[in-house]
């Protein structure tokens, strides 16, 4: 199961694909905006996100301030406060690809989906506050573009709703991502087993998007099969915004990328061939195999008695003992020998 986004394969057998999240962290600054694609090409990330959408059309004026952003006198003003100037789109784009990065965004509204698609951006994402919204899920679906929905909130119905709307436009280049929607969210309500959940009801790619402080937590998705992830990222936790103090920064990213490679290599492909290449000398010089206890002249009969197991490995296996019971030796052993089939 894989779909491609942009020139990147993403599903099962591939790397997990990277997304750092920058949303909103831009705080309005066209060069902060640049400084977050620098650090993140140099974190070797697959792709940066931001956000796109209008407090007018995205909350009420009457809307209530969730707890977290209890520092904050209004939602509305503060939402407008972190919109993206959709004029940056095409240069933040372009600017992102010359870094070898993907670049896309969470439409929030038609109009975004709309410009988002002028601008040929290869995939969209659907925030999990928005996963209600069948309407626009369908609308961005039938771009034909690989469309991420994050799930944090959700039951199954609401999941389900939401992938019948893609599939009835013919879009079944669907991933779900595990999310908890806490700000930071408590590693204990990941609930990692989801992503395994999601892909055998849905039969659909999963991933993980985190909200929780460092980078154990993704890791460990990535550990149970998370074919794409996403983490909130900014260049310094101190600045002024709601998102910046549970990202993770620069140097953080770059070592979450790290580990994250190391530990997709470390999964291999579960078979169990034997030694590998790189364990021969390990085989052959520390394994046990037969040896003889005492010294054991020509022509003597083999009993149980006189064999033992021991280090190296370079004598009969120690699970063929029995089939050189009673045979005889075709020459002298000598106390701690290992014993070969030239020997009986």
């Not at 937590?217 to 992830?229: D, E, F, N, W, Y």
């Not at 008695?305 to 296996?317: S, T």
Request: charged fraction near 25%; aromatic fraction near 8%.
């Amino acid at each position: 199961m894989h779909f491609k986004i942009a020139d990147r394969y993403v599903g099962d057998g591939y790397p997990t694909f990277i997304i750092a999240e920058i949303g909103s962290n831009h705080n309005q600054s066209f060069e902060l905006a640049l400084e977050h694609i620098d650090a993140a090409a140099e974190a070797k990330v697959d792709a940066v996100k931001f956000q796109t959408f209008k407090a007018e059309q995205h909350v009420s004026k009457f809307a209530e301030m969730p707890k977290y952003l209890k520092g904050y006198d209004n939602i509305h003003n503060l939402i407008r406060s972190l919109e993206l100037n959709r004029d940056w789109q095409l240069p933040l784009k372009e600017y992102a690809e010359s870094k070898g990065l993907i670049f896309f965004s969470s439409p929030c509204d038609y109009q975004a989906v709309d410009e988002l698609e002028e601008i040929d951006v290869p995939a969209h994402k659907v925030a999990s506050f928005d996963l209600p919204d069948i309407e626009l899920i369908s609308y961005i679906a039938k771009t034909g573009k690989p469309i991420l929905l994050s799930t944090g909130l959700a039951d199954w119905m609401e999941i389900q709703r939401a992938i019948d709307v893609c599939r009835k436009e013919g879009n079944d280049n669907i991933a779900l991502f595990q999310c908890t929607s806490l700000y930071p969210a408590p590693p204990d309500l990941s609930n990692l087993k989801a992503m395994i959940s999601m892909k055998a009801a849905f039969n659909v790619l999963t991933g993980y998007s985190d909200h929780t402080l460092g980078d154990n937590i993704p890791v460990a998705s990535v550990a149970m099969g998370a074919s794409i992830l996403e983490k909130h990222f900014t260049l310094d936790r101190t600045l002024p915004g709601p998102d910046h103090a549970f990202a993770i920064e620069p140097e953080e990213l770059k070592v979450m990328v790290k580990k994250i490679r190391e530990v997709e290599s470390a999964i291999g492909n579960g078979e169990k061939n034997g030694p590998r290449t790189e364990e021969k000398d390990m085989y052959h010089k520390v394994r046990r195999s037969l040896h003889v206890n005492c010294d054991v002249p020509a022509g003597t009969k083999i009993t149980k008695e006189i064999l033992v197991a021991k280090r190296p490995g370079h004598g009969i296996p120690l699970h063929l003992r029995e089939h050189i019971v009673g045979r005889k030796t075709t020459r002298d052993l000598y106390k701690d020998q290992w014993i070969t089939w030239e020997d009986v």
